[in-house]
């Protein structure tokens, strides 16, 4: 008989608004016992995620679960890169932006289907400032908002949005310096993102065109843009076609510099940090084993999600 994998969840109890009881219960309940050895572990503090994943890998683990946002998956994939220890993801944070990337579904049930079925991609990874980020890193607005909502206590879209109004209107783009392999240029940007992956999440698109399977970053820089052009960026998010947008400059590279006039803030997968005046960010190519929905470009995808979520919850409401 073959031996079963080891399977660590580790679970954010502060994540998005969810009640995270729930959740556990499931985990329990629909995890295949036949092919996993499962436990839960619980983080008691921010950045503890990365210690449990840490020690995950120190006892041979084969897969250890993020349960929660795109932060709590930041913890625990850094303990994972360049290791045979492959990522899970039950997505339940404000945004997650990494597992909507991934197609992972955002119910818990279809999320444990994908972890039972186990599909292994190994995928890139980023460096910003020497900090790893799987989703997105950048300065500029998106930097500065990321800090407010730090400091700011409560989490949630609500909160996000509260945030996004009352300190949008007081913040000044700043002018960079973009250096890549072959080009240099100087910008007065609203947001440098690099994207690893293609969206903040909650289906908020900054580079549509992202793979994590390219060993290249999208960079997208928008200048500008004043209240009229506001509607412009913000339906070209939500619709992929931002970098239609004459405000808008894309293209991918491996690695870039950027520097600017003056230290600021800049975030990794919408965690902000203190930076200097120069920040180097690259991407590390097919680094982290990570479980994919093998379903991901089926064009039946949702239907077959929606189908396996109504039968899953049947099962379990038994
Ligand atoms: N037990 C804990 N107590 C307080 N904070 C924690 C705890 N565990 C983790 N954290 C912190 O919670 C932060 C937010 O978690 P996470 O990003 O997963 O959720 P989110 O912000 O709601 O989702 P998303 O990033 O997808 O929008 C993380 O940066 C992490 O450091």
Redesign the pocket.
Known sequence: MNERKKIIFIV??????TRKKRIVEKIETKTDKGLFDPSIR????????TQLAADAVGEGADIVV?V????????VARSLVHTDTSLGII???????LARHLHIPLSVNSALHIINTCEIHRLDYGLCDGRPFFCTCGVGFDAFISEKF?NHGK??PISYAEIMLKEGLRYKPELYVIEDEETKLRYKAYVITCANASQY?NNCYIAPHASMKDGLMDVTMISPFGVIGAPGIVIGMFSKTLPRNSKVKTFKTRKILITRDQEGPYHC???PYKGGKQIEIEIVPKALNIVVNPEAHSPYRRVKNLLRTVRLKKDFDK
């Open positions: 954010n109890p502060t994540s998005g608004t619980f983080t008691e503090y921010a950045g503890h995620a993020a929660g946002g795109d932060g709590t998956i930041n913890e997505p339940c944070g404000s945004g997650n932006g730090a989490r949630g999440g997968d919408g965690d």
